[in-house]
């Protein structure tokens, strides 16, 4: 599925162009994306697949505890803050500031962590 946008010409008219998919967008470096919700939707989800990764690794670990939480914190704002300054290298002030992707998802993002890590801890590591 691609995505048109309407490209001014010099005339006055405008023509369709077909943009990548957002999927293909998403995971090359320096995509363009002229829908900002599209971008959002995109930090949105994954931070939502990273919450619930996380989970897993911190319930096969076992880390428990203020750590476990403090790390997830950490590597959740942490990775998300690099893929859209570097590696998608978005202007974050179209997008309300840095500390606005940052925070784009993150309370869902925690709540499927925390049911995926408890019940991957619970499951293994009680009787």
């Given at each position: 599925?691609?995505?048109?946008?309407?490209?001014?010409?010099r005339?006055?008219?405008?023509?369709?162009?077909?943009?990548?998919?957002?999927?293909?967008?998403?995971?090359?470096?320096?995509?363009?994306?002229?829908?900002?919700?599209?971008?959002?939707?995109?930090?949105?989800?994954?931070?939502?697949?990273?919450?619930?990764?996380?989970?897993?690794?911190?319930?096969?670990?076992?880390?428990k505890?203020?750590?476990?939480?403090?790390?997830f914190v950490?590597?959740?704002?942490?990775?998300?803050?690099?893929?859209f300054?570097?590696?998608?290298?978005?202007?974050?002030e179209?997008?309300?500031?840095?500390?606005?992707l940052?925070?784009?998802?993150?309370?869902?993002?925690?709540?499927?962590?925390?049911?995926?890590?408890?019940?991957?801890?619970?499951?293994?590591?009680?009787?």
């Amino acid at each position: 599925m691609s995505a048109k946008r309407k490209v001014p010409e010099r005339n006055g008219t405008s023509k369709l162009t077909s943009l990548p998919s957002v999927w293909t967008r998403a995971f090359t470096c320096n995509s363009e994306w002229p829908d900002k919700e599209e971008f959002l939707d995109v930090i949105y989800w994954s931070r939502q697949a990273l919450g619930i990764f996380i989970g897993i690794l911190w319930g096969l670990i076992p880390l428990k505890g203020f750590i476990a939480l403090l790390l997830f914190v950490l590597v959740n704002a942490g990775l998300i803050y690099l893929y859209f300054t570097s590696f998608q290298n978005v202007d974050e002030e179209e997008y309300g500031g840095s500390w606005e992707l940052t925070k784009e998802g993150f309370m869902t993002s925690f709540a499927g962590f925390l049911v995926t890590w408890i019940i991957i801890y619970s499951g293994l590591h009680f009787e």
